[in-house]
């Protein structure tokens, strides 16, 4: 998991351009918080020359445009990136720093990563230079760029296999506090959890429900004395003697064989997934890289796939299960529906377009077929003009399948053609963004049901339609 914030750069009072960008070059680049230089990385610049190639890119852009650097001019810009403690390693950190940098400039301006592990968390400093590479253009900011980076992070975090912030933090709350609003249950906890979610599936002994612990993530060790347990992340491992009360070995024994009672501290549906969201389903699974339905996913998914998911249910509201089925059953239908309408549409268009052809068909070839009748349907009259002959009479065939008595105007007809043809273009531009949730939608559920190992019931039939190109 990680938060952002992005900082425009001015030169301030008192200070000029050159000593603006050594003032956070330098603090970024700080020894003392970077291990000693270690961390930090350079794009398009030498990181012990940065502050001085920024200033000279400066002065090329202003000899190639004649434009000048005003006073609330952006100098660069600053990009705080912060991680949960004990969640990624500095190394970690710096290589999504600067995949975030490159996705935000797209390559288009240098930037210096460096990131600080003097703190309890690790965090990135990342300052990007507002003139572009060719020294001709300036990095904007723009509107919803907030959003725009919280996006591509978090896509980056799911990527490297890291939680996401379900919802940002308020901007003037600390990061220290906010973090300590979403903290998790402690290494002993988590394993009294599993221990009581063990006891569920009432096991007939004791190596039963370590077996049941071990299917659950949790690391069982016998090798001492003692019995130990350690949970995904946990570094060191916990005695079980040391949880105390409930869950003492012997205690634990009494419990399965039932002849000591005692109220769960925690308590489980027995439904594979919560009603309460997705998202807290899907981070427990990623948290604890173990289970059969976590690995069966991983070899046939990967996580792009699943930040997509993951980004899906954080921008429309985390919902459960049965609600992620009802929209997916909906977008099918819908889709399913628009199809049908295209269908109904093209098929009126098509013979609207044939009785305009029958008509004009018959209008040209009325005065010959007049003179062939006329001629009391002479055999020699058909061989000269049979071509007209054979147009008029498919075309009073046409009117009589149809049943029409008096023939409309050509006019009319075209008219209703145009009507039809912007009811389509109406009704595709429809189609296609309800092929796309449909797909989307697919997709989300695909991942989250292998991730989470749950049965699907049958979606709605999709329309056999050949896509439209």
């Known amino acids: 998991m990680a938060t952002t914030r992005l900082m ?7 200070r000029n351009i050159s000593t603006a960008i050594s003032d956070i070059i330098d ?8 291990d000693f230089g270690k961390f930090i990385y350079g794009y398009e610049c030498d990181t012990r020359l940065a502050d001085a190639e920024f200033l000279l890119s400066k002065r090329q852009y202003a000899n190639l445009t004649g434009r000048n650097q005003g006073a609330d001019d952006v100098i660069a810009y600053h990009l705080r990136q912060a991680f949960k403690p004990g969640e990624v390693t500095p190394e970690e950190a710096n290589q999504i720093g600067r995949e975030l940098a490159l996705k935000l400039t797209k390559g288009n301006h240098a930037f210096v990563v460096c990131t600080h592990v003097d703190k309890h968390h690790v965090h990135n400093h990342i300052i990007i230079n507002s003139t572009t590479l060719d020294c001709q253009k300036k990095f904007r900011n723009f509107w919803g760029s907030t959003w725009a980076i919280r996006r591509m992070n978090d896509k980056l975090c799911l990527e490297h296999g890291l939680s996401i912030v379900e919802n940002p933090k ?9 973090l300590g609003n979403k903290k998790q249950p402690s290494f002993q906890e988590q394993i009294r959890i599993a221990i009581d979610a063990a006891l569920e599936e009432k096991p007939k002994d004791f190596e039963e429900l370590l077996k049941k612990l071990e299917a659950a993530g949790i690391e069982v060790n016998r090798e001492r004395k003692h019995l130990r347990f350690r949970v995904p992340g946990q570094e060191n491992y916990t005695r079980c003697d040391t949880l105390k009360g409930d869950y003492t070995e012997q205690a634990i024994k009494e419990r399965i064989a039932g002849t000591r009672t005692v109220k769960s501290h925690h308590t489980f549906s027995k439904k594979p997934v ?4 997705l998202l807290v389903d899907i981070e427990a699974a ?18 792009k796939q699943l ?3 993951v980004l899906y249910l954080k921008e429309h509201g985390d919902m459960g299960y049965e609600d992620l089925l009802e929209k997916a059953n909906a977008a099918t239908t819908n889709f399913n529906t628009l199809s049908v309408q295209i269908k109904d549409l093209e098929s009126r268009m098509n013979a609207n377009a044939e009785l305009q052809k029958q008509i004009v068909n018959y209008a040209k070839t009325r005065a010959v077929y007049v003179e062939y009748r006329k001629a009391g349907y002479s055999k020699k ?13 498919a075309a009073k065939n046409h009117f009589d399948e149809l049943g029409i008595q008096k023939l409309p105007s050509v006019k009319s007809l075209r008219e209703e053609y145009t009507d039809l043809l912007e009811q389509k273009r109406k009704a595709y531009s429809a189609y296609k963004q309800a092929k796309n949730d449909m797909k989307e939608l697919h997709n989300v559920r695909a991942n989250v049901e292998y991730l989470l190992e749950i049965s699907s019931p049958p979606l709605p039939q999709r329309s056999t339609e050949k896509s439209r190109q």
Not at 27 to 34: A, D, F, R, W
Not at 382 to 392: G, K
């Open 27 to 34: 603090y970024v680049e700080n020894p003392q918080k970077t």
């Open 286 to 303: 990623i948290r604890s890289g173990k289970g059969p339905g976590y690995e069966r996913w991983a070899k046939v998914f990967n996580l």
């Open 274 to 277: 919560s009603k309460v969201g």
């Open 381 to 393: 009259y058909r061989i000269v003009h049979e071509a007209e002959i054979l147009l008029h009479q």
């Open 307 to 309: 930040s997509q998911a």
């Open 170 to 178: 308020p901007s003037r709350e600390h990061y220290g506090t906010w």
């Open 8 to 14: 425009p750069l001015h030169v301030g009072k008192g």
